[in-house]
């Protein structure tokens, strides 16, 4: 096994991969980060590439990674697939077993300047659309990836729909299992949107060059308020559908007597007819 760790440059081509050759293994490498590095793993027995950052990392050092990843599978005449280590729990039986794995020689060379070509000025655009993923294929792959530690999913955004979670009791037989699933709230608005009402930590899965979906995490002590809405609102299930526009009028309209007036006006009304004499 072969470790290369990513740095960045302050200029072209902004990055660059040094090889790592302190340690016996490959838990020596990675339990001893800074929790702001990134990785290229390069398991010469599986013919795999693995791509590791730790939970500190910058994002730009992600992007940096990826590319270097597709330059180091070039240098390896495409023979070697680049998969995310990150994927895995670390508690998982296959992380463990690469952490395990010896530090050795191998024919993979660090990527330096020299591996790069100036860019032109179309040069790595291939395309300029940006495809919605089929829904339901996402959220099964988001799932795969563990939720961080001491983290809680607040927000999920795949497409232009947005989803949170929420706690599901189901029973089987004798035992109830609680699960948590992602609901649809809704539809983002045309535009853009601020998420201010908690420090949220951004998580951007990533597949086949493709974002799959954008998940919001808040810590497990974050106690800060949740926004108050303050507007009325039409659900999109009522919106979408054909109505009575006399309904919606109704529901906009306010009355001449609020329910608090009503009820003092039928009491002062009662208390005068008490208070008058029966006529014959």
């Known amino acids: 096994m072969q470790i290369f760790e990513v740095f960045e440059l302050k200029e072209f081509p902004f990055m660059e991969t040094k090889e790592v050759v302190e340690g016996t293994t490959v838990r020596d490498i990675l339990k001893?980060?800074?929790?702001?590095k990134a990785f290229l793993l390069v398991d010469h027995d599986t013919k795999r590439i693995w791509t590791n950052y730790e939970h500190r990392c910058s994002l730009k050092k992600q992007f940096y990674m990826g590319i270097l990843a597709g330059k180091l599978r070039q240098q390896l005449k495409l023979f070697y697939r680049v998969y995310p280590l990150n994927m895995y729990s670390t508690t998982d039986k296959e992380?463990?077993?690469?952490?395990?794995?010896?530090?050795?020689?191998?024919?993979?060379?660090?990527?330096?300047?020299?591996?790069?070509?100036?860019?032109?000025?179309?040069?790595?655009?291939?395309?300029e659309s940006i495809?919605?993923?089929?829904?339901?294929?996402?959220?099964?792959?988001?799932?795969?990836?563990?939720?961080?530690?001491?983290?809680?999913?607040?927000?999920?955004?795949?497409?232009?729909?947005?989803?949170?979670?929420?706690?599901?009791?189901?029973?089987?037989?004798?035992?109830?299992?609680?699960?948590?699933?992602?609901?649809?709230?809704?539809?983002?608005?045309?535009?853009?949107?601020?998420?201010?009402?908690?420090?949220y930590s951004t998580r951007l899965i990533i597949k086949d060059r493709k974002i799959q979906g954008i998940e919001l995490y808040i810590s497990k002590d974050d106690k800060s308020p949740s926004l108050e809405l303050q507007i009325p609102v039409i659900l999109e299930e009522k919106f979408n559908k054909p109505g009575s526009i006399k309904n919606l009028i109704k529901a906009f309209q306010i009355p001449d007597l609020l329910s608090g007036e009503t009820e003092v006006q039928n009491e002062n009304v009662s208390q005068s007819q008490d208070d008058s004499p029966n006529q014959s």
Do not use: C, W
């Open 95 to 127: 992380f463990q077993e690469i952490l395990d794995k010896p530090l050795g020689v191998g024919r993979a060379k660090p990527i330096e300047k020299k591996d790069f070509s100036q860019p032109t000025q179309d040069k790595y655009i291939l395309d």
């Open 131 to 199: 495809q919605n993923p089929n829904m339901k294929k996402a959220i099964e792959y988001i799932s795969q990836f563990p939720k961080p530690e001491n983290l809680i999913r607040r927000f999920m955004i795949i497409g232009g729909q947005i989803f949170t979670d929420e706690e599901i009791t189901e029973s089987f037989l004798m035992e109830e299992k609680l699960i948590i699933r992602p609901v649809k709230l809704g539809r983002l608005n045309n535009g853009f949107t601020f998420f201010k009402d908690h420090k």
């Open 32 to 36: 001893n980060g800074s929790n702001i």
